[in-house]
C-alpha cells in the first residue's frame, strides 16, 4: 500500500511560479513511476508529467513543456513539480498518483491541491 499526498498549491499571478510537493509513504518500494496530473472545472483528467522513480525518466505534456519540471528526492520519497510561467489555463486541481510495479498502472492517488492562477 502507497499513499501520496500533495502540498503546494495556492493562488498566484499568471508568470508567476508554484512548486507542488507530493509526499509518498507505505510501500514506497514498490513504486514504479510518479505522475502529476490536473482537473480543471468542466474538464477531464489530463496528464501532466510524470517520472521513474529509479531511472528518474521524465514525460511531459506538450502544454507544459518548458514551463513545467518534475524532480524527485528518493530519499525523501517526494516528487516535486516546478511550475513557471503560469497561465490562467493552468489553473486546476493537481492530483499526484504512484503506479506500482506490479500493476504498471496509477493506483495510488492524492486529495488534490488547487492551483489558482490570477489573470
Known amino acids: 500500500q502507497v499513499q501520496v499526498a500533495e502540498s503546494g498549491g495556492g493562488l498566484v499571478q499568471a508568470g508567476g511560479s508554484l512548486r507542488l510537493t507530493c509526499a509518498a509513504s507505505?510501500?514506497?518500494?514498490?513504486?514504479?513511476?510518479m505522475g502529476w496530473f490536473r482537473q480543471a472545472p468542466g474538464k477531464e483528467r489530463e496528464f501532466v508529467s510524470s517520472?521513474?522513480?529509479?531511472?528518474?525518466?521524465?514525460t511531459y505534456a506538450d502544454s507544459v513543456k518548458g514551463r513545467f519540471t518534475i524532480s524527485r528526492d528518493n530519499a525523501k520519497n517526494t516528487v516535486y513539480l516546478q511550475m513557471n510561467s503560469l497561465k490562467p489555463e493552468d489553473m486546476a486541481v493537481y492530483i499526484c498518483a504512484a503506479a506500482s510495479r506490479e500493476t504498471l498502472k496509477y493506483d495510488y492517488w492524492g486529495q488534490g491541491t488547487q492551483v489558482t492562477v490570477s489573470s
Open positions: 517520472i521513474m522513480w529509479s531511472g528518474g525518466t521524465t
Open positions: 507505505g510501500r514506497t518500494s514498490s513504486v514504479h513511476r
